[in-house]
């Protein structure tokens, strides 16, 4: 029933509850006032079915007589429209809407349904063995460690390919990640992609003596190179380049799977259901004599007469 909440539905339902009574009222008053002339059926069942096919686009089977019939079958029918213009509105913005990004950090990876791995490397191994982040730990006993000491380790392109396939996370080094990327990824598959930092950044300083005449020298030299640029012009000669996601060439994809049509599945079954149990006491009722004669009669025994 997404996207509506749920205390939507439950105000269209009283308030087609509500229409129905006062289509009663109107509908019957029709029917005393134009007793000759009225086509009009005052009955429960045929309000209902009236104001369900109101809400369901599929018009009237009835043509009111009266001016005040005529007016609220209009307004019915205009506040169906609106629900339903708003529902498929809804739906379309909901489906078109970007998948929302629900991993922020190690601990909502290692509570996702995620496959993950580790690039082959000392140092990675080292890390795991030696860090005390809980957040890491929990990573590496719920998602890596496996029956052996390489079961969570790859190399960088066999990890990047399980990675593209879906449903898995691999933690490798951007210059060696990112080359593989743009040789390997589409471009719906780059924007498709989620970078989660497991390393905390470690502030870097230069060792120097303790009240050192240079350290204002160092600082001024570092200062420098950052403002002419020249340390954005190393990183960007040593690093690699970060994939570029093209959003004016990205695809929209949607998929409506199961889980979004269960809904009128759901409602068909119990329709059926309904109506089946339903004919059933239609049936028994309609032959009601005929199974009490049947069932219920004693049986009489004629005597023999040659």
Known sequence: MRPLSTTVWICIALMM?????????????????????????????????F?????????????????????????????????????????????LMDPPRGIHNLKDLSDSNLKAGIEDILIDRNYFVQTTDPAVIELYNTKIKGT??????????????????????????????????????TNQEICELEEVQMYRTQPMH???????????????????????????????????????????????????????FSAGLIVLFYGVCSSLVILAGEVITSRREFITNVVFKPKVIKPYVN
């Open 148 to 185: 052996s000491n390489d079961s969570g380790f790859y190399e960088p392109r066999d990890g990047l390919r399980l990675v593209r396939r879906g449903g898995f996370a691999f933690h490798v080094e951007t210059s060696t990640a990112y080359p593989i990327i743009e040789e390997t990824f």
């Open 17 to 49: 509850a509500v229409l129905i009574g006062f289509l009663k009222i109107i509908f019957s008053r029709e029917t005393r006032i134009l007793a000759d002339l009225n086509e009009v059926d005052s009955s429960w069942s045929f309000l209902f079915l």
């Open 206 to 260: 230069t060792n120097l003596q303790k009240n050192s005449p240079f350290s204002e020298m160092m600082n001024y030299c570092m200062l420098h190179l950052v403002e002419d640029g020249l340390m954005d012009r190393l990183r960007k000669y040593w690093d690699a380049r970060t994939p570029v996601c093209i959003e004016s060439a990205k695809k929209i994809t949607i998929h409506v799977g199961l889980k979004e």
């Open 51 to 95: 104001t369900l096919g109101a809400f369901c686009q599929q018009g009237a089977t009835c043509h009111p007589q009266l001016l005040s019939s005529r007016t609220l079958s209009v307004f019915v029918f205009l506040f169906c429209i609106l629900i339903y213009q708003f529902y498929s509105a809804s739906i379309v913005s909901y489906l």
